[in-house]
């Protein structure tokens, strides 16, 4: 198995546009977790899907972030407008049936200048 | 609200030596306590995962020690080897819900 897949890697934008995250869990699971990595908070869980439904958005720092999950085997997370602060790494995580751990993707650095 | 805390921040240690990392949470009603360890700019690779009903868990050298009435857990790396420098991250997932929540983490360094 590949694991959880992220695209881009990097991206690097200006206030103001619109960006899109990509996320492929591993095949099987049911749970995907999005993340946002900043050196001074931390891990902070954004959103998180069961059987693509979402459960419990209350991460999610303001409107302009939004996530979907159309299908087992994809998930989006856009930020419209991005603004500087947004800068951070973003992760996707994914935890199959009656599993315990959860399963990182590699993350996708944003810059927002 | 659960909050995690590791201290230290920063560790440097000969190689060598036998280390201890530490992991303290406030609400003691969890479901699993799990480490991680996290490279530069990459991804999270789970170490070890304790259930609220088990007291450890040993991977090679590593041991994770689990008390949840003091809200504590331990990593314990033995032999310490450069390859071992990374930041390693607890996470605490409470009981009957999904959302984890993460230490900032303690980076280490292992000096050849």
């Known amino acids: 198995d590949a694991g959880v897949i992220q695209s881009p890697r990097h991206e690097v934008t200006e206030m103001g546009q619109e960006v899109t995250l990509r996320c492929k869990p591993i095949s099987g699971h049911d749970y995907l977790f999005w993340y946002r990595q900043t050196m001074m908070r931390g891990l902070e869980l954004l959103i998180y899907?069961?059987?693509?439904?979402?459960?419990?958005d209350s991460g999610m720092p303001e409107d302009r972030f939004s996530a979907k999950m159309p299908n087992a085997s994809f998930s989006t997370l856009k930020i419209q407008p991005s603004e500087p602060r947004d800068s951070a790494v973003y992760f996707c995580?994914?935890?199959?049936?009656?599993?315990?751990?959860?399963?990182f993707g590699p993350g996708t650095r944003l810059t927002v200048l | 609200k659960q909050e995690v805390t590791q201290i230290p921040a920063a560790l440097s240690v000969p190689e060598g030596e036998n280390l201890v990392l530490n992991c303290s949470f406030t609400?003691?009603?969890?479901?699993?306590l799990q480490w991680f360890r996290q490279d530069p700019g990459k991804g999270l690779t789970s170490l070890l995962l304790?259930?609220?009903?088990?007291r450890e868990q040993t991977s090679g050298r590593l041991n994770a020690s689990l008390d949840k009435s003091s809200g504590r857990s331990t990593l314990y790396i033995a032999a310490s080897q450069p390859g071992d420098s990374a930041t390693y991250l607890c996470a605490v997932r409470p009981g009957g819900y999904q959302k984890v929540t993460f230490g900032i983490g303690t980076k280490l360094q292992v000096i050849p």
């Open positions: 899907f069961n059987n693509n439904v979402p459960i419990d």
């Open positions: 609400d003691s009603a969890i479901y699993n």
């Open positions: 304790i259930q609220s009903s088990q």
């Open positions: 995580a994914s935890r199959g049936p009656g599993g315990h751990e959860q399963f």
